[in-house]
């Protein structure tokens, strides 16, 4: 099992994941107006420093989405499933069978979605997806389940596009994500993959203040 990272950390990730979300964005047909107007939005917190070299290198919006592991409190690294701010749920196959159980769960998990999301919207600009392109940025994809959820709540309200991108994740979830989205973007499946973390030399938490500086960065840089 190699212990060698494959990313210094979540910037150097960001400015490589950038280069190839351009190089794929530039081969496509920019007479078409919906590609002119690409939103890139990152997971938090651990998402968003990843997202700002791509949104400075499509020169566009920096948006946030907020999507948390559902967990049991005995277990908290067994995701049963994940949940936004909006209520967009999906569910794992370790999903609980008691239906009050699962709303007890989920409304957990929402509330500690709502108090990032408003932790963050100091920076968070006022912009919508509909008729975007929307590129979905995280540090790694693990489980998959927060990406998915994210992925839910974006579709429902009407992007013309939504892309998913990662630096890295399993090989065994390109298909499934693949087949749910409109391109997938991921440089590195690892096996084993263990976790995220282990393919960064620097995987320190993001702070709230870091991650608020991301979004009002970006802000700033497009004004």
């Not at 078409?32 to 997971?43: C, F, R």
């Amino acid at each position: 099992m190699s212990s060698i990272p494959i990313f210094r950390d979540r910037t150097d990730a960001g400015e490589r994941l950038a280069e190839v979300i351009f190089s794929d964005f530039s081969q496509m047909d920019l007479t078409t107006e919906w590609v002119l107007k690409p939103i890139v939005y990152g997971l938090p917190r651990g998402g968003l420093p990843v997202a700002v070299p791509v949104a400075h290198k499509l020169a566009c919006s920096l948006s946030v989405i907020v999507a948390k592991k559902i967990t049991l409190l005995d277990n908290p690294e067994l995701a049963l499933g994940a949940v936004t701010t909006d209520g967009s749920v999906v569910w794992s196959k370790h999903k609980p069978r008691n239906l009050q159980f699962q709303q007890t769960l989920i409304e957990k998990a929402q509330q500690k979605a709502k108090s990032q999301l408003e932790s963050l919207s100091g920076g968070k600009p006022k912009i919508s997806p509909l008729g975007s392109l929307v590129i979905l940025i995280d540090d790694g994809i693990a489980t998959g389940m927060t990406m998915m959820a994210a992925l839910k709540s974006i579709k429902s309200q009407k992007p013309n596009a939504v892309w998913i991108c990662a630096p890295v994740a399993p090989s065994e979830l390109i298909k499934p994500l693949g087949e749910c989205c409109d391109r997938l973007i991921i440089l590195e499946t690892p096996h084993p993959f263990l976790s995220v973390s282990r393919f960064y030399a620097e995987f320190t938490q993001v702070k709230i203040e870091v991650a608020l500086a991301c979004l009002q960065q970006q802000v700033e840089w497009l004004s």
